[in-house]
């Protein structure tokens, strides 16, 4: 079965840190997403992948660094973390249309 | 860009009863479109995927219509029970959007026993 992966789960930040989430998939799909859930918001896309070595800005990419360094892996990087960054990330992969969700990483930055 | 507007932001029903979610959208273009479930705590959950093509969709207890004069997509759950308490969420592919998704800002919709 499909297999979104995110590390850690939870993680507290201190403002002006380096946080990098982690997100790992097996199901050897193409594409891979970062989004933020903030109440009332719904999902916002941050970067995105279409494959190996590239990443894309989405609508919010400011404050924020992606890299995919191979086709499992996609990794969110934030250089100096703000409290406005404290939200809930999800990872994503897919291929075509359909994406398939991690369980999420809450993050809080102090 | 894509906007999606989604209506209510809070839904509470009781069991039984049914429960309707509307989501309109500005992309004429728009072709692929989604509802998700989110529980408390957890990931999103696909309920139902749309083409463009096809106006009526139904699952097991709910209904997805899409209506492309209007540009509105709603999900119909037509006798709610507490299991379908939970966040709900539409999302949208354009073409104008690059292929990505466009999500609507939520429902949680509550089931009352």
């Known amino acids: 079965e499909a297999a979104v992966t995110q590390s850690p789960r939870n993680k507290v930040a201190v403002t002006g840190g380096k946080v990098t989430l982690s997100c790992n998939q097996t199901n050897n799909h193409n594409n891979m997403y970062w989004y933020r859930q903030d109440t009332g918001h719904g999902l916002r896309l941050i970067h995105y992948s279409y494959g190996a070595g590239s990443t894309e800005k989405g609508d919010i990419p400011d404050g924020y660094k992606a890299s995919r360094p191979s086709q499992e892996n996609f990794s969110l990087i934030l250089e100096l973390a703000t409290p406005s960054q404290t939200s809930v990330y999800f990872c994503?992969?897919?291929?075509?249309?359909?994406?398939?969700f991690g369980p999420g990483t809450r993050l809080t930055v102090l | 860009g894509e906007q999606v507007e989604q209506r209510p932001p809070h839904l509470s029903v009781r069991e039984g009863d049914s429960a309707v979610i509307t989501c309109t959208y500005t992309?004429?273009?728009?072709?692929?479109f989604f509802w998700y479930k989110q529980e408390p705590g957890a990931s999103l959950q696909l309920l139902m995927k749309?083409?463009?093509?096809?106006e009526i969709n139904e699952g097991q207890g709910f209904t997805v219509l899409l209506n492309k004069k209007d540009k509105r997509l709603s999900l119909n759950l037509t006798a709610a029970h507490p299991g379908d308490s939970a966040a709900y969420f539409c999302?949208?592919?354009?073409?104008?959007?690059?292929?990505?998704?466009?999500f609507g800002g939520g429902t949680r919709l509550t089931v009352r026993p």
């Open positions: 992309d004429p273009n728009s072709y692929y």
């Open positions: 994503a992969s897919g291929d075509s249309y359909e994406q398939y």
């Open positions: 749309v083409f463009s093509s096809t």
């Open positions: 999302a949208v592919i354009s073409n104008n959007a690059g292929a990505k998704l466009t």
